[in-house]
C-alpha cells in the first residue's frame, strides 16, 4: 500500500511539472521585453529625443536632418596616426551612442595596444574629425558593437524591429523603400545616400570573414540599395526614415557566376535589447546586474559544429548573450563579402 502511494506521489509530481513546463515554454523561448529590468539612469542629458519625422517630411528633408547622426568610424594605427581601415556608423542614443559592424572594429578587440578609434562626424553642424571614441559592447556573431564618442552627435536616430518581432501589421514587406546613409569606398565620401528595396519577405543567411574565420548570420534584411566598402556599419532606414538594421555585407560573384544587387543588413533589433542596459553600465559601474536576454536572431561560427553559448564582452567581462543548440547551417555556394 505504501509502496502503490509513493507510486502516486511521484506522478502527481511529474503531472505537475509538465503542465508547468508546458505553460511556460512560450515565455522561456520568445523574445523578452525586458524593459521592467533595465536599472535606472539618465538616458537623456541634453535634453535631446530621436528624431521624428511628420508624414509631410521628404527623403532630402530626412537625409539631411541625419547627416548629423551618422559618422566614419576610422581605425587608427596609433604609433603612425594613419587610418588602417573604416566603416559607418550611426547614432542612436543621446550623449554619443552609436552602433556599428563588428568587422569594422575587429582590430581594436584583437590589438587594442596597436589600435584604436577615431570618428569623423558632424558637431554643431561641422564636420569634425579625429574624435575619439570607445569600444563599449561587441557580439562578433551578430557582427555588432556599440561605441560612444566623445562628442555628443547633433541628434540620434528612432530605432525599429521591423524584422525580428515587428509590431503586428509592422514586418517589412517585399518591395517596400528602404534607404541607407554612409562613407562608401573613400573618406571624403561621407554622407553619401542610396536607395532602393526590400529584396524578399524571407530572412537570408549570410557568410562574412572576420579575423580568417567565417561567420553564419541567418535572419539578415535582403535589399537592392547599392552599398560599398565603407558602408559596413551604416543604417538602414524605411520609408519613415526609422532605424531598422546597420548595413554588412554584399554578395560576391563566385565560379563565373555574376551576382548583382544583393546587400545584406543586419537586423536592429539585437540593438533595441541591449543599448540601454549597456549605456546604464557605462554611466553607473554599480549597474551591473540585469537579466540575459534570448534573442530569435541566430549567428554562429560556421566552423563549429554545434555551438552552445555565444559570449559577449562588455567591460572586459564576458557574459552568456545567447543560448543556441542549432546544428551548423550551410549557405549556398558562393561567400558574402564585408563592405
Not at 523574445?31 to 535631446?48: A, D, E, K, W
Not at 563588428?102 to 564636420?127: I, K
Not at 553619401?192 to 541567418?218: E, K, L, N, P, V
Request: net charge negative.
Amino acid at each position: 500500500m505504501k509502496q502503490e502511494t509513493l507510486k502516486n506521489i511521484i506522478i502527481g509530481v511529474l503531472a505537475c511539472l509538465l503542465v508547468a513546463v508546458i505553460c511556460l515554454y512560450p515565455v522561456i523561448t520568445a523574445p523578452q521585453n525586458l524593459s521592467n529590468t533595465i536599472p535606472t539612469f539618465n538616458n537623456n542629458p541634453s535634453g535631446q529625443n530621436p528624431v521624428v519625422f511628420d508624414e509631410n517630411a521628404t527623403r532630402s528633408d530626412m537625409a539631411e536632418e541625419y547627416l548629423g547622426a551618422i559618422a566614419t568610424v576610422n581605425i587608427v594605427k596609433m604609433a603612425t596616426g594613419s587610418s588602417v581601415g573604416f566603416g559607418s556608423g550611426i547614432a542612436v542614443a543621446d550623449g554619443g551612442y552609436l552602433v556599428t559592424n563588428f568587422h569594422v572594429v575587429t582590430n581594436v578587440v584583437t590589438n587594442p595596444e596597436t589600435y584604436s578609434l577615431s570618428l569623423t562626424m558632424q558637431v554643431d553642424g561641422d564636420l569634425t574629425e579625429d574624435v575619439g571614441a570607445e569600444l563599449l559592447w561587441y557580439n562578433a556573431n551578430l557582427d555588432v558593437a556599440i561605441l560612444k564618442s566623445a562628442q555628443n552627435f547633433d541628434c540620434f536616430v528612432e530605432m525599429a524591429d521591423r524584422w525580428i518581432n515587428p509590431a503586428q501589421g509592422d514586418k517589412l514587406r517585399i518591395a517596400e523603400e528602404i534607404w541607407t546613409l554612409g562613407t562608401p569606398f573613400k573618406q571624403e565620401y561621407f554622407g553619401s545616400y542610396s536607395q532602393g528595396t526590400i529584396s524578399s519577405a524571407d530572412m537570408r543567411i549570410c557568410t562574412t570573414s572576420i579575423a580568417s574565420t567565417y561567420f553564419t548570420h541567418s535572419n539578415m534584411i535582403q535589399h537592392t540599395a547599392p552599398i560599398s566598402s565603407g558602408n559596413s556599419g551604416g543604417p538602414l532606414f524605411d520609408n519613415a526614415g526609422k532605424l531598422i538594421g546597420l548595413n554588412t555585407c554584399g554578395r560576391v560573384s563566385t565560379d563565373n557566376a555574376e551576382a548583382n544587387n544583393l546587400f545584406f543588413a543586419v537586423p536592429i533589433y539585437p540593438i533595441t535589447l541591449v543599448i540601454e542596459r549597456i549605456i546604464a553600465q557605462d554611466q553607473d559601474a554599480e549597474a551591473d546586474a540585469w537579466q540575459t536576454p534570448k534573442l530569435n536572431i541566430l549567428a554562429y561560427d560556421r566552423n563549429s559544429e554545434n555551438l552552445k553559448a555565444i559570449m559577449f564582452h562588455s567591460h572586459n567581462k564576458a557574459r552568456i548573450f545567447i543560448q543556441l543548440a542549432q546544428q551548423q547551417r550551410h549557405t549556398r555556394r558562393g561567400f558574402a563579402t564585408n563592405l
